[in-house]
C-alpha cells in the first residue's frame, strides 16, 4: 500500500516570501499522480497543482511549483510570493493509476500560516 | 472542472440513527468517491462508487455500515448506520471526469456531529 508523508505539522511565512512544504512518498509502482490540495477552513478542497510521475519537468502554476524527485520520492511544494489567501491546510496525495482504482492517498497535512 | 454539490451540508443527530448524505455533480464523471475526515485529520478514502453496480471498500470500512449507491453518473449517496459519536468526522464526495488530465475534484462536504 502506498503511504504518504508530510512531516512538516505547521508552518509559516511573511507575506512576499517564499516558503516550501515537505512531502514525501512510498510506493512500488511506475505509474502514478502526485497532488497537492489547500483546504481553507470553509473545508472546500482546492487543488493548487498535479505533477505525472512519467514528467521529468517540475509542474508549475503561477506562484506555485513543485520540486519532483521520483528517485528519492519526494514531492514538496514551493509558494512565492506568498500572500494572506495562502494560509490553509495544505494535503500532499498520490493517485493510484486507473488500473487500481485511481485512488488517492492523503499525507497528514501542514497547516500554513501567512504573517502580514 | 465539475461543480460538486452535497446535502446536508451539516447535521447534527443522535446515537443509533442513520444519515443519508447526497452528493450531485453537473456533468457525467467516470468515477466517484467517498472520503471521510475526522476532526482534525487528513481525508481517507472510505470507497469508490460504481455506477449499476456494489461500492468498492477500502480496508476498515464495510458496506453494513456505510452503504453507497450511484444510479447514474451525477448522483451517489452514502449512508452512514447506525451512528456512533465516533462517526462524527466531515465526509467529501470527490469525482473525477475523462479528459481531467487524472484530477479529482471534491464537494464542500458534509459535517456530521453525533451526540
Known amino acids: 500500500a502506498q503511504t504518504v508523508t508530510q512531516s512538516q505539522p505547521e508552518m509559516s511565512v511573511q507575506e512576499a516570501e517564499t516558503v516550501t512544504l515537505s512531502c514525501t512518498y512510498d510506493?512500488?509502482?511506475?505509474?502514478?499522480?502526485l497532488f497537492w490540495y489547500k483546504q481553507p477552513p470553509s473545508r472546500q478542497m482546492i487543488l493548487v497543482i498535479r505533477?505525472?510521475?512519467?514528467?521529468?519537468q517540475n509542474a508549475t502554476e503561477n506562484r506555485f511549483s513543485v520540486n519532483f524527485q521520483k528517485a528519492a520520492k519526494s514531492f514538496s511544494l514551493k509558494i512565492s510570493d506568498s500572500q494572506l489567501g495562502d494560509a490553509a491546510m495544505y494535503f500532499c496525495a498520490y493517485r493510484t493509476p486507473p488500473t487500481s482504482g485511481s485512488r488517492l492517498t492523503f499525507g497528514e497535512g501542514t497547516q500554513l500560516t501567512v504573517n502580514p | 472542472s465539475a461543480v460538486i454539490s452535497q446535502k446536508p451540508s451539516r447535521d447534527i443527530c443522535q446515537r443509533g440513527t442513520s444519515l443519508t448524505i447526497q452528493c450531485q455533480v453537473d456533468?457525467?464523471?467516470?468515477?466517484m468517491f467517498w472520503y471521510r475526515q475526522q476532526p482534525g485529520q487528513s481525508l481517507t478514502l472510505i470507497a469508490t462508487?460504481?455506477?449499476?453496480?456494489?461500492?468498492?471498500?477500502e480496508s476498515g470500512f464495510v458496506i453494513d455500515k456505510f452503504p453507497i449507491s450511484r444510479p447514474n453518473l451525477t448522483f451517489s449517496t452514502l449512508t452512514v448506520s447506525n451512528m456512533s459519536p465516533e462517526d462524527s468526522s466531515i465526509y467529501l464526495c470527490?469525482?473525477?471526469?475523462?479528459?481531467?488530465?487524472?484530477?479529482?475534484?471534491f464537494g464542500p462536504g458534509t459535517r456530521l456531529t453525533v451526540l
Open positions: 510506493t512500488s509502482e511506475s505509474d502514478y499522480y
Open positions: 505533477q505525472e510521475a512519467y514528467k521529468q
Open positions: 462508487a460504481n455506477q449499476g453496480s456494489e461500492a468498492t471498500y
Open positions: 456533468s457525467q464523471v467516470t468515477m
Open positions: 470527490s469525482v473525477e471526469a475523462s479528459g481531467s488530465y487524472n484530477e479529482q475534484f
